[in-house]
């Protein structure tokens, strides 16, 4: 019972303490974004300047980020959802529509890459944050002799050693390319092919993992594997990496960029504004790109850039933007996978 | 014992009402939604919309999710025989040891550490470049690295590996309650080692054995990561299945409609062996039940 006794004193404690935290003082903004793709000192230095403070959630999915939005929000202001979603969100009247007069530094993204934009024309709704795709990755000490291109999946002499992403848009997106189709290819016809493809692939794969291709990789465990450029190098030795050979194959492949959102109904939309104009300035994007290892749609950051990216921006060059498909071709998409999957 | 608990002046019914709390509130609710999903429609976005609709049940009537679940069946009930191979065995050596307290540590110990590290580890013993390969290639036995991951026998020998603590242990708590001057009984009316212990002490410790096959049985047959990390291209299991159908096709009805076929099938199972073997499944008091058959059985086996 004494302990009890304690155990509330110390919670009735605590709690006025956490409460105060986040109730006290200053402004705020509340991020709701995915996990380590902004980097602390960023945050710290735009409190510093500006006196908001951000409180950060992170997530691993869109529809994890998704599915709490739609369930009620908690309040977040800015969401970085990827280009599908974005349109999914805009349909749902989840987004509040961005008001581009009030962000001075839109300019600095590149029209290269938001001519390309298909979920959101003219930017409504979205404002760019970083792009990139999956590619492929080869351990040049195994493998030689290939092309550039998705036909290495193609080769017996590999197999078992080669992996490709559980990741259904982004398999039958390399399938659909490989055949010279959108990535977001609606026709039943051509989904079957690139079904096809796949299924002629697949023998040769160990696995389709999205999850610990890249420790594998790095292991020396598969000479072959699709995916994030970030994941592989981010378990390769340092010192080794001039071994691998990351490349986009000349087909081209189904690509991503990911948006910072205003969430309709935010508290703190001024606080907002302020944040995303300051995510634009060049020194600011050129030092997130810097952390992530990837090229940046900021034009001017480019040349302020420290960290050489495991990519150009221009190699992303064959890549087609991932829409949303679409209740009745996500259904043709699923039923595909399933196929591939299950094997019939 | 002729008073039930919770009558009369008993606090008994104060006493449960916690565990009664928290098993209606975190598992019988989140069970009515699943019931509830799996029978509405899927909404565009992921989610559901309020009109009800057969159409999950009906897209389980396809033959793709026969197919995952066979596989599931096969590495579940595969996966759950040898871990009872080897569980048996080591609960007996357990409770006939002088060690028991040492031995115990050791069935505990791997749960220090956690359970995905320790997929890893086999990622890292059994891999193309992995440590038994390096031993095999450096002793000559093979010339080219042996593929022994991503298949069903890797996703089967994991899975039996991270369940035989929990068969082992249930084993193990019933073996030692057995009264082992039962078995030189049987010896001395004439059975045979191998009769002995399949006439008298299977049978007596019965409850045990059916509790540790549920305890690996039903968690296999739901089992997400280690097909996930281990398996190959063939080896989806159901788990895997609602897994995808929940995140990335975002079809909610038809992902609770497939858990609902894997909680009717362990619930239907749990139900057989409880009706078949009275209550001493759920670990009570079987030494009431099972010993006087274990009795008849070792005077059956003197016969």
Redesign the interface.
């Known amino acids: 019972m004494k302990k009890l006794v304690l155990l509330l004193v110390a919670v009735a404690m605590i709690l006025p303490l956490t409460l105060s935290s986040c109730g006290g003082g200053g402004e705020k903004l509340y991020l709701f974004n995915w996990i380590y793709y902004i980097p602390d000192d960023v945050l710290e230095d735009f409190t510093k300047e500006t006196g908001i403070e951000v409180v950060v959630d992170s997530y691993a ?1 869109n ?1 994890e980020m ?2 709490k939005v ?1 369930a009620g929000g908690a309040g977040y202001d800015i969401v970085v959802p990827s280009g599908d979603y974005v349109s ?1 969100m805009i ?2 009247s989840l987004l509040e529509p961005i008001d581009k007069s009030r962000l001075k530094n839109f300019g600095n993204i590149d029209p290269a890459a938001i001519a390309r934009i298909g979920f959101d024309v003219g930017n409504t709704h979205s404002v760019p944050y970083m792009m990139g795709a999956a590619g492929v990755s080869i351990n040049t000490t195994k493998v030689s002799g290939y092309e550039h291109s998705w036909s290495i999946f193609d080769r017996p002499d590999l197999q ?2 080669m992996t490709m992403l ?3 848009r982004e398999v039958l997106g390399a399938a659909l390319k490989s055949l010279g189709y959108s990535v977001n290819d609606a026709d039943p016809a051509h989904l079957e092919e690139a079904r096809l493809v796949v299924e002629r692939w ?1 023998p040769n ?4 993992d999205a ?2 291709f890249a ?2 990789f790095a ?4 000479w072959v594997v699709q995916g994030y450029a970030e994941n592989v190098f981010l378990e390769y030795p340092e010192d080794r990496r001039a071994e691998v050979d990351f490349f986009f194959p000349k087909e081209g492949m189904p690509m991503y960029m990911d948006s910072l959102c205003i969430l309709k109904g935010a508290k703190n939309v001024d606080q907002a504004y302020e944040f995303i104009d300051y995510i634009l300035r060049p020194d600011v994007a050129a030092r997130i790109a810097d952390y992530l290892m990837l090229p940046s749609p900021n034009v001017p950051a480019r040349a302020l850039m420290q960290v050489q990216p495991n990519y150009e921006f221009t190699d992303l060059a064959n890549g087609e933007f991932k829409e949303d498909l679409g ?1 009745e071709t ?1 259904k043709l998409y ?1 039923d595909a ?3 591939i ?4 | 014992m002729t008073r039930l608990p919770g009558t009369a002046k008993t606090p008994g019914g104060l006493y449960a009402a916690p565990s009664l709390v928290w098993l209606s509130v975190f598992f019988l609710a989140p069970l009515a939604i699943i019931v509830a999903y799996s029978f509405l429609t899927p909404g ?4 559901v919309e309020w009109s009800p609709t057969l159409d999950a049940y009906r897209a389980i009537a396809n ?2 999710f026969g ?2 679940t066979v596989n599931t069946i096969i590495v579940a009930m595969g996966a759950t025989a040898i871990t009872m191979l080897i569980a048996i065995p080591c609960g007996y050596y357990m409770a006939r040891s002088e060690h028991q307290n040492i031995l115990l540590m050791l069935v505990m110990i791997p749960f220090w550490t956690n359970f995905l590290i320790r997929i ?1 580890a086999w ?2 013993i059994l ?4 440590f038994l390969n390096d031993l095999l290639l450096s002793l000559g036995l093979v010339d080219q690295s042996v ?1 022994f ?2 298949n069903r026998g890797a996703v089967m020998l994991v899975l039996v590996y991270t369940y035989l603590p929990y068969a082992i242990l249930p084993l193990y708590s019933t073996i030692d309650k057995f009264d082992f001057s039962l078995l030189e009984a049987a010896r001395d009316l004439g059975a045979s080692k191998m009769s002995a212990i399949n006439r008298v002490l299977l049978p007596n410790i019965r409850g045990g054995v059916l509790t540790a096959f549920l305890f690996t049985f039903i968690p296999i047959f739901g089992a997400y990561a280690v097909p ?2 281990v ?4 080896s ?1 299991m159901l788990g895997n ?1 609602i897994a ?1 159908e929940l ?5 909610w009805p038809l992902a609770s409609a497939i858990s609902m076929v894997i909680t009717l099938v362990t619930t239907l199972g749990v139900l057989l062996l409880l009706r078949a073997n009275g209550t001493s499944v759920l670990g009570g008091d079987d030494h009431e039940a099972a010993e006087p058959a274990g009795e008849a059985d070792a005077l059956g086996a003197a016969r």
């Not at chain 1, 794969?205 to 389709?208: A, E, P, Q, S």
């Not at chain 1, 292991?219 to 598969?222: L, P, R, Y």
């Not at chain 1, 999957?341 to 019939?344: A, F, H, I, Q």
């Open positions: 999915s529809e998704y599915n739609v999914i349909a749902g078992g050693r559980d990741d259904m697949k794969l160990v696995k389709f999850e610990a420790k594998s292991a020396g465990e598969f209740q996500l699923n996978w399933r196929r999957r299950v094997g019939n | 565009a976005l992921g989610g033959p793709t197919k995952v890893y990622i890292a891999g193309n470049e992995g593929r991951l991503y996930l990390l398996g190959g291209t063939e989806y299945l995808d995140t990335k096709s975002r079809d």
